[in-house]
């Protein structure tokens, strides 16, 4: 598949599916280029460890942003407690030589993303699910992805 068709593949996955997929495949998307920066460091390359690491959070604003924070509750703050957590850690290791703080945040999100898919699964969960239209979203879901 060359570029284009990958690039319309990918908005159209975004733009066709629910919030909580959405959040999902965020999630799968930031877990992605930890990996991809903890493979960088591993081989010294700063320039990808940098760039993955930028992707990561990118995508994490657009998780934090997405939240419901007046529906949302408890869920919808401690979130964004996570986010700006995850945030810290990866700038932090951007500019460090610890592949811990990749690690951990790794970690933490796949921890996430595996209770994101059954709380999806929840009709009460929808609270804490992005506030727009799915499509909103999704724009900018498929450029970071």
């Given at each position: 598949m ?8 990918k908005?159209?996955?975004v733009?066709t ?11 799968e998307?930031?877990i ?21 690491i930028n992707r990561?959070l990118d ?7 997405s ?19 995850w ?31 059954v709380?999806?699964?929840d ?23």
């Amino acid at each position: 598949m060359n570029a284009y068709g990958s690039e319309i593949y990918k908005q159209t996955q975004v733009t066709t599916v629910d919030k909580g997929r959405l959040i999902i495949i965020l999630y799968e998307g930031a877990i992605r280029f930890i990996r991809e920066a903890i493979k960088a460091q591993e081989n010294g390359d700063i320039p990808l460890k940098a760039s993955s690491i930028n992707r990561a959070l990118d995508i994490i604003a657009e998780l934090n942003q997405s939240l419901n924070m007046q529906e949302g509750g408890d869920i919808a703050v401690n979130l964004r407690r996570i986010y700006k957590f995850w945030n810290d850690h990866l700038l932090k290791a951007k500019v460090s030589r610890d592949g811990q703080g990749l690690s951990d945040v790794e970690s933490m999100m796949i921890s996430l993303a595996q209770a994101w898919q059954v709380v999806c699964q929840d009709p009460e969960a929808a609270k804490a699910t992005p506030k727009e239209d799915p499509t909103a979203l999704s724009h900018t879901a498929a450029r970071t992805l």
